[in-house]
């Protein structure tokens, strides 16, 4: 009898094991993995060079604003009226003095968790002129979320201001997660800059399709501006993204986190 058990107890840890290596989010017409493609800091030539990209292939990006130039506030309502999402990325881009440097009012240490959140409401109003929208995603700016020191990302979760919060690093084993178990207060990305080639961007997708989980691209200048990848690789990517639309589903960070939580993986 006792063997019996014991054979019993292996036949469920592998059943286990093997629900648990399945465990991932079926994305949608059977495609492999998503991948979403976010552009940061309201740069111009995401506006010039992304946007019509993106919108010729027939893909929809995210983009986090910050510092958003009021000569291009027309060109970003159209850019959502395009179906693009617009995020949060604070008004003012505060990061610590060491790291970008900026008028001493304006550094994270200047601020206090209240003083960020509610800059990040602020932004919220002008997103919403933009939009139409009640609520946004969030990136952090820099990476960070520190407010005189502090972290404020757990006010920023009581507060239910924001619906998730975009980072800017990932592990391997991102690519390969349960979406529908991310924390959405702690969403990987990763960055691609200088140096970038579609080869290097293509692989990342790669991976994320051998696990079924999802490709969060962090972009910030594309053919101009700065950390800029060459326009020509962007397009290449686009191009490799739109041969493969049945294997790879191409959405916004929000339309992924939203697919994912209505179908959680078997
Ligand atoms: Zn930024």
């Given at each position: 009898?006792?063997?019996?058990?014991?054979?019993?107890?292996?036949?469920?840890?592998?059943?286990?094991?093997?629900?648990?290596?399945?465990?991932?989010?079926?994305?949608?017409?059977?495609?492999?993995?998503?991948?979403?493609?976010?552009?940061?800091?309201?740069?111009?030539?995401?506006?010039?060079?992304?946007?019509?990209?993106?919108?010729?292939?027939?893909?929809?990006?995210?983009?986090?604003?910050?510092?958003?130039?009021?000569?291009q506030v027309g060109r970003w309502r159209q850019v959502a009226a395009r179906g693009h999402e617009l995020g949060n990325h604070t008004i003012f881009h505060p990061c610590t003095k060491a790291s970008y440097p900026a008028d001493p009012r304006y550094v994270s240490e200047a601020y206090t968790p209240a003083s960020m959140l509610r800059e990040i409401i602020q932004q919220n109003v002008l997103l919403r002129a933009l939009d139409g929208r009640p609520r946004h995603g969030f990136a952090t700016p820099c990476g960070q979320s520190l407010a005189g020191g502090v972290d404020y990302l757990e006010d920023l979760r009581k507060a239910n201001l924001v619906p998730y919060v975009r980072g800017v690093v990932d592990t391997p084993a991102d690519a390969r997660a349960d979406v529908a178990k991310a924390d959405p207060m702690h969403i990987p990305s990763r960055g691609f800059g200088e140096g970038a080639t579609a080869e290097k961007m293509i692989a990342y997708v790669r991976e994320a399709e051998q696990g079924g989980g999802w490709a969060v691209f962090l972009f910030h200048g594309v053919g101009g501006d700065y950390l800029t990848v060459p326009d020509a690789e962007h397009r290449k990517l686009l191009d490799w993204l739109a041969a493969h639309r049945s294997e790879v589903w191409v959405t916004t960070l929000q339309g992924a986190l939203d697919w994912a939580k209505a179908h959680p993986g078997r």
């Open positions: 009898m006792r063997s019996i058990f014991a054979a019993a107890a292996a036949c469920c840890a592998l059943l286990a094991l093997a629900n648990g290596a399945h465990a991932q989010t079926r994305w949608p017409n059977g495609a492999k993995a998503a991948v979403v493609l976010t552009y940061d800091d309201a740069l111009t030539s995401q506006l010039d060079n992304v946007v019509p990209a993106l919108d010729a292939a027939g893909f929809k990006g995210t983009f986090f604003l910050a510092n958003v130039d009021g000569a």
